[in-house]
């Protein structure tokens, strides 16, 4: 399977603790993005990457959420001190990100976070 | 910055009839616009995009899409509705660094 692979796919955990997601983009993408989705809503940007360089995050990463991309292929989101409110779907995508790159994002399956 | 707008929830409509899923959009320059299609427990698939060119786009599935500018619109159509077509169905901009803005979403259901 040559797609988006998030693992794990479903997480259950207690308050307080700590996640780590992790993402394997299209081997050739030069751009990941991490969004995060509540039920019933739109997917959320969070942060994205160029390469290995974070580029941009958005205001709804608190400074519990770290998400890195050390060598510019797999990535990994960690959430910190998990609270109720982290409980939702990270789904990550990537894109060619260069040349005929027309912006379609390639999503995973996601990752669904359950914090009680 | 941009956003796109899905005015229905939901929409129903009964297995062989043609549908329409609405989305509006709010852009600074030309837009790049596209639709995803989200099954249960699953991710995004890309259905079809418009970025250039006719204003009718065809995609995966027999789904089509017109692009209206005047309006600011991006409706998703198919001709004759499957009731495998139902699933929550999102219409997003493209930003900059091409990253996405999605609306809420709008769940399609197909009865028999």
């Known amino acids: 399977d040559t797609g988006v692979s998030q693992d794990p796919r479903h997480k259950i955990t207690k308050r307080g603790q700590n996640v780590t997601f992790r993402c394997d983009p299209i081997?050739?993408?030069?751009?990941l993005y991490w969004y995060r989705q509540t039920l019933g809503q739109g997917p959320e940007f969070l942060t994205y990457?160029?390469?290995?360089?974070?580029?941009?995050k958005s205001r709804l990463l608190s400074d519990r959420f770290s998400a890195e991309r050390p060598k510019g292929s797999f990535s990994t989101l960690e959430i910190q001190r998990t609270e109720q409110g982290d409980s939702a779907m990270y789904l990550c995508?990537?894109?060619?990100?260069?040349?005929?790159?027309?912006?379609?994002?390639?999503f995973g399956e996601g990752s669904r976070l359950t914090v009680l | 910055a941009q956003s796109v707008a899905q005015p229905e929830d939901q929409v129903n409509v009964a297995e062989g009839n043609p549908l329409t899923v609405k989305c509006t959009y709010s852009?600074?320059?030309?837009?790049?616009l596209f639709w995803y299609v989200q099954y249960p427990n699953r991710g995004l698939q890309f259905l079809l995009k418009?970025?250039?060119?006719?204003?009718l786009v065809k995609g995966s599935y027999g789904f089509e899409a017109e692009f209206n500018k005047s309006q600011t619109s991006f409706h998703l159509k198919k001709p004759s509705a499957l009731v495998s077509d139902s699933a929550l169905y999102f219409c997003?901009?493209?930003?900059?660094?091409?990253?996405?803005?999605f609306g809420g979403g709008t769940r399609l259901m197909v009865k028999p």
């Open positions: 852009v600074s320059g030309n837009p790049y």
């Open positions: 081997s050739e993408h030069n751009r």
């Open positions: 418009y970025i250039t060119g006719d204003n």
């Open positions: 995508a990537s894109s060619l990100g260069a040349g005929l790159d027309t912006g379609e994002l390639f």
């Open positions: 997003a901009v493209r930003g900059p660094e091409n990253m996405l803005t």
């Open positions: 990457f160029q390469n290995e360089a974070q580029l941009e």
